[in-house]
Structures are given as structure tokens and as C-alpha cells.
């Protein structure tokens, strides 16, 4: 499922990254990726505040669609 979908909470690991490859390659370099734990900090309007590699990340909605986990 899309971490869009994902409650504020809840720890998943990543799956698998999907678009284009310069998306693919940013989302990497925030550290995003495929085996790596993801855990949503909060939701508001679509946009989410991720915890992954001891970082809080803020991404939009259609990059959350992008994260299967």
C-alpha cells in the first residue's frame, strides 16, 4: 500500500519506490529506500511528516503515493 495510506504512528518498511528516475533518485538521497523503516509523524491536508534515518522529512502527497511499503 502507499504510505499515503499509512496512520500517523504506525512503523512500516519500505517496499519498493516508484516514478521516474529523478524522483527515485531524491527520494534515495533523503533516504528512502527499499528495506528501510518509515514511520508517519502526522498527516495535514495529503502532506506528511516522515521519520526515516533519524530524520523528520516533510513530503507531499503524490511523493507518499510513490512509496510502497
Do not use: Q, W
Request: hydrophobic share 45%; net charge positive; glycine share 10%.
Amino acid at each position: 500500500m502507499p504510505l499515503a495510506l499509512v496512520k500517523p504512528g504506525e512503523v512500516n518498511s519500505i517496499k519498493k519506490i516508484g516514478g521516474r528516475d529523478d524522483i527515485k533518485k531524491r527520494l534515495e538521497t533523503l533516504g528512502f529506500i527499499v528495506g528501510g523503516v518509515v514511520t508517519v509523524v502526522s498527516e495535514i491536508n495529503g502532506n506528511m511528516i516522515v521519520h526515516v534515518k533519524d530524520s523528520r522529512i516533510a513530503i507531499s502527497r503524490e511523493m507518499a503515493n510513490k512509496i510502497m511499503v
